[in-house]
């Protein structure tokens, strides 16, 4: 997926038509195969805490004034429906789910104005936690980052199907009770704003993922 978003736009409208031609003699039954996670290997996984105000009200925090940038590592990355393996080494695993954005395009220094331009897609991202972890220190990135704790997908959706990211439902359920639900309005720092914060630091490639924030109503 990396290589097929590095190719560019020609190369992902060059797939968009092949499937759209797809038939039956040429498509898999989903049911035969096992989703892995739409970006398999993401050069930087970046994620947003405090991004909603209830969420950093119900955690005692003020609402930044600027983004809260942390990462997650590789080893995180989780397939959609793959067990989450629950350290032995913690007893406060927590669920968070999040709007991830794909970068389509190399970004540097690009304005909010530009900067859905530079999105390739949405997927669902789970940002699971280990709280005891997260909160012995300042540094959270020991506390996100145990193997699997980034499940994500099943789908990648492109940007062009997406008519505005800020209007998404959000919502995680837990043994079928819902326990967080919210929508994209409520970001603090929407995408746009995002973009241009972290590009104004680092180059974002092809495949990097931001991880938005969570809403209210974790564990």
Request: hydrophobic fraction near 40%; glycine fraction near 8%; include cysteine.
């Amino acid at each position: 997926m990396k290589s097929l978003l590095a190719a560019g736009e020609s190369a992902l409208a060059q797939a968009q038509r092949a499937a759209a031609q797809a038939d039956a003699a040429t498509t898999i039954a989903r049911a035969s195969v096992t989703l892995r996670a739409p970006i398999l290997n993401p050069g930087k996984i970046l994620c947003i805490g405090l991004n909603y105000r209830d969420h950093a009200a119900e955690s005692g925090q003020a609402v930044p004034d600027y983004p809260t940038v942390f990462v997650k590592t590789n080893n995180t990355v989780n397939d959609p429906g793959a067990p989450i393996v629950l350290p032995k080494n913690s007893t406060q695993v927590d669920y968070e789910c999040e709007l991830g954005v794909v970068i389509g395009r190399h970004a540097r220094h690009v304005h909010r104005s530009e900067a859905l331009r530079y999105v390739a897609g949405y997927l669902p991202f789970h940002d699971v936690s280990a709280r005891d972890y997260q909160h012995r220190t300042s540094q959270w990135t020991l506390g996100k980052s145990f193997d699997g704790f980034a499940p994500m997908g099943p789908a990648l959706v492109t940007a062009g199907e997406v008519d505005d990211p800020h209007s998404l439902d959000i919502q995680l359920t837990v043994n079928g009770e819902v326990l967080q639900r919210s929508n994209t309005r409520h970001l603090i720092f929407p995408v746009d704003v995002l973009i241009e914060e972290l590009s104004s630091v680092m180059t974002l490639e092809p495949g990097d993922i931001i991880a938005t924030g969570t809403p209210s109503g974790v564990g």
